[in-house]
């Protein structure tokens, strides 16, 4: 260490610069909490986001939920209770914490460090002392601490885009159980015709009018009812379960009621010629990279501003010794730049900076693709539910009251009466489906100005191919 | 009898769309005006005008062709063409026929007479008439391609042959006969005798009518062409009960019934209350020695059939084709025999999901006949048709010989229900019923003492 000897002006000056660089950033988390609940809110309709605390729910919670639970649970109910209860996005809520944690510290300047030393000869007793500071890192300061609050903004994007995939998530298990229950009462009332046919081969085989095959075909439709009948039972309680677990219940809690049907298709479909422009304007990843690439841009910046100074090192030292009078003055250490003038460094940056441009390219491509091809799906999913309802479903039933007009003049004869009932029922529960279809691909194409759908939210329990796989 | 002219303009879209094949105004310049019925009732008999006098015949629900004579020639002017036939009120079919009617009008000549009949073809396709039964020249037998060209859509060929032989006879088409005949297109001859012919009495009314049958689909109107055996609707000239008026006849009036079947199967004829003998067939009439009394005369396919009796006892006497799903209108083929079958809770069960559903023919088919529920359109119901007494549970080919003693001659008007005498009709016994004498050893509780066993053949029993 050099010795040399400066004013104590000087000192005072660096603590000045110093304490102004470093500004004052305090913990803000709450902030963060109501950053996403603001980004969320579009597409939740819901202000339910709270930090779970403690273990126990909070009373006001456990209550709020029991309330929504005691009615046939609407929707937007589940999707309330998701939000308040999904212990899954409560521990992703922390990363909000981290995050906010993460850019305070990155506002806090370098720890000085400080130096000592003692050193003797013959009789002369020297006192070195120093404080130095690594200036790179304090010049770098303000750019650092734009870098750590815009990784702050992307977390809490990200948790904005989890909020609301719980919330689609939440939609479409409703949907899917709804449906799936609705499907179960029709599975029944084909079981109920089967049943009735097959009592009636048995009565008609008894009196001697049928045969022992004719009795067993008849018999057969009721034996394949019943398979049906319990698959549908299996797929009703996998759907509630789903439900569930994405509203974050147990015990007593899970012997909530659903409503008894879906709500109707709507009569018009949504048009919206100009939604890939909306969505780039709303896309939280279209965001997020944009601003990613700026963080490295500004990295870049850093990296060119810092190129020398960041293995710049300032010292002052304070020599004091016995004989000699104090010394004082300042250090400088100079990496030389002899092998590495941060060539490679700035290369790496460089080669960063521009994968990012690429990866902002592609996110971007793939969020306007993914928005058309949701549109799409939910255009085919509203077409093919609405002709369920406009021709095949009433085509169907005037089929029936035709055939019910031929058994009046025996022209057909029960069985095949009950056949049509039960053919009548099918094509019934199929519209089902392809109105919950249709519901799904509306709550994936509101996600998907958002965020982008995976396969994990496309969770089909349908038979009908209607429903959009999203962007994946 | 009505006769318009400009019945092509007001026959119903139908006829006018099919009718696509116009034949030109000028090309029909000459012929005799083709004269066109509309109406589906019985027509008065056409006292003939002109030519050789004779006794003509009342076509059941149908009518006899005007003729103009053109220098001693009886000259008659068919149209074959598309035309709505109303089998019954409420239930019209669309077939093809003649003149505006199906079957087409009766051609009534006498023996000798030579005969002209313009034939002009308003269908779609091409056709021929076989005057089936006439002894002609080989080139007047009417089969396309084998004896004539067949007569192009649109266009007008003319037959012409001496009517020899008195009788009974028809006439169709014998070109996409299949086709034609099952669309309906048929018609009667008779050719009186010129003489009094010693096989050949006089009879105070003559009835003729043509069996024909149809699969017209419950709720539609076309036959269908292609089916070969399974019809569902069985008619006298085109028309089933309740829509066949009847045969009415005053007391002791002599009476002959002329029937020809251009069906696909044979119809046993079966008249109640009196005997009648067969005393013509297709081959003219049958000598006084040959003839047996009957009350059931089976027509075979192709025949025609003449049966004569004295109308000697009053009342309304049942008539009909003696095969009993003859005497139904559509029905199904494959329904389910439920006869006898419980169908207690089942029925809640069905209701609940089809809530207009009935039970029927659990005691048997008459509910058809009793219960009024909606059919399908353009349908009548399987059985019906009310007599004084309730339901007559037929249809089909069934009607009735009405015999009245103070119906008018000549009068061939419905004279109503026949008001039975006291004392003549079947009534409730309320009395006790004795108890017939039994063996001893006969069981009292009506089951046999020894219950028959049924013993099945095994490897063991010794025999």
């Known amino acids: ?472 | 009898m009505v006769s318009r002219r400009d019945f092509f303009m007001g026959a119903g879209a139908i006829t006018a769309a099919v009718a696509a094949s116009s034949v030109s105004r000028v090309s029909l310049a000459g012929l005799p005006e083709p004269v066109i019925q509309s109406s589906p009732e019985t027509m008065a008999p056409l006292e003939p005008n002109t030519g050789r006098p004779y006794k003509p015949v009342v076509t059941l629900n149908g009518w006899t062709l005007p003729w103009r004579m053109n220098n001693g020639v009886k000259e008659f002017h068919l149209v074959a063409e598309p035309v709505v036939r109303e089998m019954a009120p409420g239930f019209n079919a669309h077939l093809w026929g003649y003149n505006g009617q199906s079957p087409g009008p009766t051609i009534e000549v006498v023996e000798g007479d030579r005969v002209r009949i313009f034939v002009t073809n308003k269908l779609p396709e091409h056709t021929s008439i076989h005057w089936h039964g006439q002894r002609l020249p080989n080139g007047m037998d009417g089969v396309a391609g084998l004896n004539q060209r067949a007569i192009p859509a649109g266009k007008t060929y003319v037959y012409e042959f001496e009517a020899k032989r008195p009788g009974t006879f028809m006439y169709h088409p014998h070109a996409d006969e299949m086709v034609q005949m099952a669309m309906g297109m048929m018609g009667f001859w008779v050719t009186h005798p010129r003489d009094a012919h010693p096989n050949i009495d006089e009879v105070d009314r003559d009835y003729c009518f043509l069996l024909n049958a149809y699969d017209v689909e419950p709720g539609s109107y076309t036959p269908k062409i292609m089916e070969m055996l399974d019809f569902n609707i069985w008619t006298f000239n085109s028309r089933v009960f309740p829509g066949i008026d009847p045969l009415v006849a005053r007391k002791d009036d002599k009476v002959r019934i002329r029937v020809g079947n251009l069906t696909m199967t044979n119809h046993p004829i079966h008249l109640h209350g009196h005997e009648f003998e067969v005393t013509g067939t297709d081959g003219g009439p049958v000598p006084r020695g040959a003839r047996w009394p009957e009350v059931t005369t089976d027509v075979a396919v192709g025949q025609m059939r003449q049966i004569e009796f004295i109308a000697s006892d009053l009342g309304d006497w049942a008539f009909h084709c003696h095969k009993s799903h003859h005497t139904m209108n559509a029905m199904g083929h494959d329904v389910p025999t439920m006869l006898g079958v419980d169908h207690r809770k089942v029925v809640t069960q069905i209701n609940s999901l089809i809530p207009d559903y009935m039970v029927m023919g659990e005691r048997g088919m008459a509910d058809m006949a009793e219960m009024q529920m909606p059919l399908p359109e353009n349908t009548i119901p399987m059985m019906t048709g009310d007599g004084p007494f309730g339901s007559v549970e037929m249809g089909g080919m069934f009607t009735m010989l009405k015999v009245r003693a103070d119906q008018p001659a000549g009068d061939y008007s419905d004279p109503g229900w026949y008001q039975q005498p006291e004392g003549t009709q079947a009534f409730e016994w309320t009395g006790p019923l004795a108890e017939p004498a039994r063996f001893k050893s006969e069981s009292t509780t009506g089951k046999p003492a020894v219950e028959v066993q049924v013993r099945k053949p095994t490897g063991h029993s010794g025999h």
């Open chain 1, 1 to 472: 260490m050099n010795k040399t000897n400066t004013a104590p002006a000087r000192l005072g000056f660096i603590g000045v610069l110093l304490l102004t660089v470093a500004g004052c950033a305090g913990l803000a988390p709450q902030s963060s909490l109501e950053q996403v609940q603001q980004q969320s809110a579009e597409l939740t309709g819901q202000d339910a986001l709270h930090w779970a605390t403690e273990q126990d729910q909070p009373p006001v919670v456990r209550e709020r939920i029991a309330e929504l639970l005691a009615e046939p649970l609407a929707l937007e109910s589940a999707v309330e209770i998701a939000l308040m209860n999904n212990p899954g996005l409560q521990a992703r809520l922390f990363d909000l914490g981290i995050a906010d944690a993460q850019r305070v510290q990155a506002s806090r300047l370098p720890n000085p460090g400080f130096s000592i030393g003692r050193m003797t000869r013959g009789s002369e007793v020297e006192w070195e002392r120093g404080l130095h500071l690594n200036l790179g890192s304090l010049i770098a300061l303000p750019l650092t601490r734009r870098i750590a609050e815009g990784q702050n903004a992307q977390v809490q994007r990200e948790v904005s885009l989890s909020v609301m995939r719980l919330a689609t998530d939440t939609r479409i298990a409703w949907y899917r159980a709804v449906a799936a229950q609705q499907s179960l009462a029709y599975s029944e009332q084909v079981l109920q015709a089967a049943d009735a046919g097959a009592e009636m081969a048995h009565r008609m085989a008894a009196v001697g009018n049928y045969s022992a095959l004719q009795q067993a075909r008849e018999q057969s439709f009721y034996a394949e009812a019943a398979l049906s009948h319990l698959q549908a039972r299996q797929e009703q309680v996998a759907s509630h379960e789903r439900l569930v677990r994405l509203l974050g219940l147990w015990g007593e809690q899970t012997n909530f009621t659903l409503p008894e049907r879906l709500p109707d298709v709507p009569a018009e479909p949504l048009d919206q010629p100009d939604i890939e422009q909306q969505a780039m304007a709303s896309r939280l990843d279209v965001q997020a990279a944009q601003q990613g690439a700026e963080r490295l841009a500004t990295n870049l910046k850093l990296g060119k501003a810092t190129r020398f100074i960041n293995v710049l090192e300032l010292g002052i030292s304070n020599n004091s010794s016995n004989e000699e009078p104090v010394q004082r003055g300042y250090e400088i250490t100079v990496e030389l730049p002899l092998f590495d003038w941060s060539g490679a460094r700035m290369a790496g940056n460089e080669a960063r900076y521009m994968q990012q441009l690429q990866r902002t390219a592609e996110v971007a491509i793939n969020a306007r693709s993914q928005v058309r091809e949701s549109y799409q799906a939910y255009r085919t999913a509203w077409d093919v539910a609405a002709h369920y309802r406009d021709e095949i479903v009433p085509l169907r039933k005037r089929i029936s009251e035709e055939n019910m007009l031929l058994y009046n003049g025996m022209f057909i004869g029960v069985f095949e009466l009950l056949a049509d009932a039960r053919e009548q029922i099918s094509t019934v529960n199929r519209y089902l489906q392809a109105q919950s279809d249709f519901w799904v691909a509306q709550s994936e194409l509101d996600l998907v100005r958002f965020g982008p759908v995976t396969p994990s939210e496309a969770n089909s329990a349908s038979t009908t191919p209607a429903s959009p796989a999203g962007g994946h």
